[in-house]
């Protein structure tokens, strides 16, 4: 049995970003991509067949987010990272209860898909109640609870949690192994090294993904700095730069630490729209990108972007990078665009993702073109649409969303959970939040 899906349009995320004309996507029935080309060069003819108007391109893979954080969206919203963090964050966070992740991570899910986002690195508190949750919704999620060291927490039980899982269930689970479970070192210094150095024996021998703050803001990790040069150079010391590992905002850097991340193929998370809002300062993209480090694109937490819209983030992280370079050229539409889909799935290791290719799950966009920012049409030069779809279109028109070959947003909602319901779960857990 196959779907195949046909539009107008097909970006299938190509490295090149190529724009398929009159193209199909057929999808097969384990709900992986079997063809993505011209409709006219398509094989033997498919058991159905759904026309869409407009564009079909690849989830959006956002590769650093704390999704339940819908619950605290807009507390000390003014306040810099580390204050924000110990006087707003954290204390609200100690009174979080499993129900209060599931209804976040619900919510925050659905808030992604209908904007496109169909696979979300996520690191947060009762990781199980977040897996769950992203099964709920339809969507593809990369799942850590943190491994922190905070009072209150001990990071060998959080580690031992973690690794119990993982040998427990697998690294991947689920239809269309929608989970993947991850380990979440939260940062070099809310870790003691010998934490992190156990975090790098147990995911190399597991081949799991780390992911990881590093180097967000110029003041967090001072003392990590003095002592080991930088945060990358400790990292490696410890082995975690050794296996997979997902580098979340990665601004403050050097030449050398670069050349090291480089080396050692680790990945990075870009996340312009937090780090401007906190004020964290700009990441080095060009530099990244020349120094060829697989780099993707995330949200971060949705009090502190704050929002789950990853085309905001493709739109920001060409404006900054062109901004920091002074070069109108720095980061092209469809170079940002890739970081969003292919780049992602690199930077987390996966090859699954990312791209509309033959054996990649099927994670499919459409978007609709009944929208000003289309007006002239789809029969326009290849960099004009595109230019169009990033700079003028970006989510609003997202229509239909398929994971794994299952459509979960139809017509702008989502298939399987009731929006209202889940907003309201939000606004009561979030009230008693605030009223104890």
């Not at 110990?86 to 100690?94: H, K, L, Q």
């Not at 808030?111 to 709920?136: I, K, N, P």
């Not at 996966?350 to 073109?369: F, K, M, N, S, T």
Request: aromatic residues 4%; glycine residues 10%.
């Amino acid at each position: 049995m196959v779907h195949r899906l046909t539009a107008p349009v097909v970006l299938p995320a190509d490295p090149g970003c190529s724009v398929v004309r009159d193209g199909a996507v057929d999808i097969d029935a384990r709900g992986r991509i079997a063809y993505c080309g011209p409709a006219s060069e398509a094989p033997a003819a498919a058991t159905t067949t759904t026309a869409k108007p407009g564009i079909l391109l690849p989830g959006l893979v956002n590769t650093h987010a704390h999704s339940p954080m819908v619950l605290l969206r807009g507390m000390g919203g003014d306040l810099p990272l580390l204050r924000w963090l110990r006087e707003v964050i954290w204390p609200t966070e100690a009174k979080l209860r499993p129900a209060d992740v599931h209804a976040g991570m619900v919510l925050g899910s659905v808030e992604m898909l209908r904007r496109g986002v169909t696979t979300s690195a996520e690191m947060y508190f009762h990781a199980e109640q977040m897996a769950d949750a992203v099964l709920t919704t339809g969507a593809r999620g990369i799942i850590g609870g943190p491994i922190i060291d905070l009072p209150g927490l001990d990071w060998r039980s959080l580690l031992a949690d973690a690794t119990k899982w993982i040998d427990a269930d697998g690294l991947r689970f689920g239809p269309g192994d929608r989970i993947e479970l991850s380990y979440a070192g939260h940062s070099a210094y809310m870790l003691p090294p010998e934490a992190l150095g156990a975090i790098a024996d147990e995911a190399a021998t597991r081949d799991a993904l780390v992911q990881i703050h590093v180097a967000e803001a110029a003041d967090e990790d001072a003392a990590q700095r003095a002592e080991h040069g930088s945060v990358p150079k400790l990292l490696d010391d410890v082995g975690l730069l050794s296996g997979r590992l997902i580098a979340a905002h990665a601004v403050h850097l050097s030449d050398e630490d670069i050349a090291l991340l480089a080396s050692r193929g680790t990945g990075v998370a870009h996340c312009p729209g937090s780090n401007a809002k906190l004020a964290s300062g700009i990441a080095r993209l060009t530099d990244l990108r020349a120094a060829d480090i697989h780099i993707g694109l995330g949200t971060d937490g949705p009090s502190s972007n704050d929002d789950l819209d990853l085309w905001e983030e493709v739109q920001l992280s060409a404006m900054l990078a062109r901004l920091a370079e002074g070069d109108a050229t720095a980061l092209t539409a469809s170079a940002a665009l890739l970081l969003a889909t292919r780049g992602g799935a690199e930077a987390l290791g996966r090859d699954d993702i990312g791209a509309l290719e033959p054996g990649r799950w099927a994670d499919v966009v459409h978007v609709d073109i009944d929208d000003p920012a289309f007006a002239t049409g789809l029969d326009v030069p290849d960099q004009q649409l595109l230019g169009n779809l990033v700079w003028a279109a970006g989510s609003r028109r997202v229509q239909d969303v398929w994971v794994a070959g299952e459509q979960v947003v139809a017509d702008g909602e989502s298939s399987r959970v009731d929006r209202g319901r889940a907003q309201a779960n939000v606004a009561a857990a979030a009230q008693r939040l605030r009223s104890t």
